[in-house]
């Protein structure tokens, strides 16, 4: 019985692909829905609507461009979800967007919330190009339809442990100690946990690890505890709003370590922040998501984010690369099928971007070519320091007061 | 272990938070000591509050100090109709009844919240946000030290309305004999409801001290109602004076204890101290019923 069944089965199934295939090759869809998912509302929304402004932005760029080139120039089409700044929020809008049969997800931007989306779009085989979400262990659970394009947080926290030894022993090693303020979710805590693993290699000794939840709206504690410990450098690892408030915070209270040395730090290389705080900005160091400052078209991007009254955030040009990656994946696999599109994403070299990562090549679903750079604000702008291909300014460190 | 440098700034951060901390428990020993319930729908109406003096800030630009003129009364107006139209009908006049109805109307209004305005953390920018104060070691913020003054008047004109007007000879006499006072010629309903409106005005008159400094989202409320239930109990419930102090020294404990134990374990003072006084002194420490 049993096998008889299996077979007739099979059958049907060849049947049933043999009868829909030529219909698909013959009547393209007009439109490919793609769902954009981003945290718009609660605590991170302000990330959230500069993420959802880049995927939307490449969205436009594509469909000007004549859309989708193998699909007969198929255009297209945002499913807009809103993941409320938490994970469960993530959930419930994958589930909507697979009912509403997108062929894939941009997003989520948070680690934590990334880390419930890629699993509950796996169920459905649905492709999700994760845009920001830096926790490695987004990549590490052999989920097939996860793709991240920047560099994860251990790729960053090593980097900017390596790089911040070559500043301080250039500088003739002013620095020692070191001191980490983190937000309390999976994307703070992990790096923390990373840099206090790194540092000490280096003989750098971590003082002390502070978290705190997101929303803060007080920081003068931990500024004060920062004055008691008197570290030579702080690195916060938080978000926008929380990094701009410890920050200003530590203005106020008149605590100066020899320097902000901020890992993927929300704030500190934000045009937003540097506009609105010049004075608490300068000097600041930060290893995190930039754009190739020597590709022409980076700057002609900020432009266009800067004509509509936008600040040109990591968050814009994150995913507005990652929407690329996806169409360019969706172009080889001449398909809307989810399948051929994990596939295609695959095997992507997508080289045609403003970040500076080079050919992409996906190992386990993480962008090999993927590194952050360090940024350091002066004169109220945002330079690349390191490496040396892409600078534009000479890091000064320790920072001058 | 501690400088004084460090400790005394976190002290003096502690009864400026504490100070508004007392305002709002004191809207809801106000409440017990009449009405006898405990008032669930509090953190509610501040979150309700603190909404008013957000919008009131960007959609017409009112400084949230400029709004208590509007935030006061419109508080007292809601908490009078409140008590007036929903929970003295819907209760029977009985207090398990008001302590179900009040819960039920903070349910309501958070998810009123939740849809009119998202689970969005909204802040607002003031040219004094940032701006300090220097007290001997210690930079206070500016917000913080007038939500501190701000505070202590409007407890002690409270407190002036509670001792020497009509009124607040009513709300006495209501509180401790409500019979009584009913063969008086005291209209009782009446009373409760201008108690449940003065106690909303604490919180109207702490939204607009806390939000220069603070943040605005439907669930705002929760956070404060806690640490006020724990200062009500800590002072002795209906007591003026109790929860006065008690709301000083939740601040300052919940200050230093983030201080020395972290951010995120900064609270658990204010528990330790809550079961340690329904342990020990279930009157509460300045309380005097038992």
Redesign the interface.
Known sequence: MHSTRRHFMGQSAAAASALAFPLVGGAQPATIKIGVLHPV???L?YSGQQCRLGALMALEDINKAGGIKSLGGAKLEALLGDA??NPQAGTAEIEKMNEAGVSAVVGAFASAICLATTQAAAKYNLPHVVDVGVADQIVERGLKNTFRFGPGYKKCAEVAVANLHVLNTAAGKPARTVMIVHE?SLFGTGTANLLSRELPGYGYDVKEV????N????F???A??I??VNPDILIPANYY?EYALLV??LQ???VTPKAIFSVLGGAASSYKFVKEFPDAANGIIDCNHWFNPKDKRSAELRKRVEAQGQFFSYEVFMSYTAMKLLADAIDRAKSTDRAAIIEALGKSTFSDHIMPYGPTQFVNGQNMGAQPLMTQVSKGDIKVIIPRDYREAEPVFPMKA | MLDFDILFPSVLNGITTGAVYALIALGLTLIYGVLHIINFAHGAALMVALYGVFFLKEKLGIDPYWALPIMVPAMFVLGYALQRVVINRASHGKDENILLVTLGISIVLENLALILFHSDTRTIETAYTLQTVAIGPAMIALPKLVAFAGALVTSGLLLLVVQKTDLGRAIRAVSKEKQGARLMGIDVDHVYAMCYGLGLVCLGAAACFLLPAYYVNPQVGSGFVLVAFTIVVLGGMGSFSGALLGGLLIGVVESVGGLLLGESLGQIGIFVIFIAVLLLRPQGIFGARA
């Not at chain 1, 929303?215 to 007080?218: E, G, V």
């Open positions: 509302t609660g605590a929304a409320q700044s309390e502070i978290k705190h939840a929303p803060t709206r007080d003068n504690n931990i004060l505890r004055k008691q709003n200003r915070t106020q209270q008149k």
